[in-house]
């Protein structure tokens, strides 16, 4: 994967989801939480960047849904894409 964009984006996603992890282990659940909802953030932007610039936002589950319409994800992968929306809380996935 030679997009930067798309390579940081998962790397922060994964230190996020490692940081939830470790939050949930030790009992510090606000922390859970926020870092979980980071890791999902961040894992919607990395897929928006497959596709273009990520512009700001701490909501990418519309973005992330309107480019579903559009097409702009193989159909295969649809129901992941979709996933993912729904994990940072799309009002238009539920």
Known sequence: MS??????RLKLAQGFLEEARHDLQLGRWRSCADNSQLAAEN??????????PVGRTHNPG???????EEGCFPWTTGDRVRQVAECVGSRRAF
């Open 62 to 68: 519309e973005m992330l849904l309107k480019a579903l």
């Open 43 to 52: 894992a919607a932007k990395a897929l928006l960047a497959l596709i273009g």
């Open 3 to 8: 997009n930067p964009e798309v390579q940081y």
